[in-house]
C-alpha cells in the first residue's frame, strides 16, 4: 500500500493516534470529506474540457451567402477616443 511496509504504517498510525486521540475519528472524516469534494471538482473540470473538446470538434453546418450577408445585426459605428490635447504652458 502506496509503497509503505506494515512496520511504517503502524509508525504512522501510532503518530496519529498521539496527535488527535479523541479527534482522529472527526479528523478522519473531514480529511475524507475534503477528499471527496476534491475528487468531485476534478471530474467536474474534466468534463468542462470533455464538453469544449465537443463543441469545438462537432461540425457546424454550412451557411449559404445570404445568411452571411443578411445576418440581422446592424454594423457596429466606429469608436475612437477623443485626442489628447495638453495645457498652454504658463510663462513668467
Known amino acids: 500500500m502506496f509503497g509503505l ?32 469534494d476534491l475528487k468531485r471538482g476534478m471530474n467536474d473540470i474534466q468534463n468542462q474540457f470533455r464538453l469544449a473538446e465537443l463543441e469545438v470538434t462537432r ?5 449559404t451567402k445570404e445568411e452571411d450577408e443578411d445576418d440581422g445585426f446592424a454594423a457596429a459605428p466606429a469608436t475612437s477616443a477623443p485626442k489628447f490635447t495638453p495645457p498652454p504652458a504658463d510663462e513668467a
Open 59 to 63: 461540425p457546424t453546418p454550412a451557411a
Open 5 to 36: 511496509s506494515f512496520f511504517e504504517l503502524m509508525v504512522i498510525f501510532v503518530v496519529a493516534v498521539l496527535l488527535f486521540g479523541a479527534k482522529l475519528p472527526e479528523v478522519a472524516r473531514t480529511l475524507g470529506g475534503s477528499y471527496r
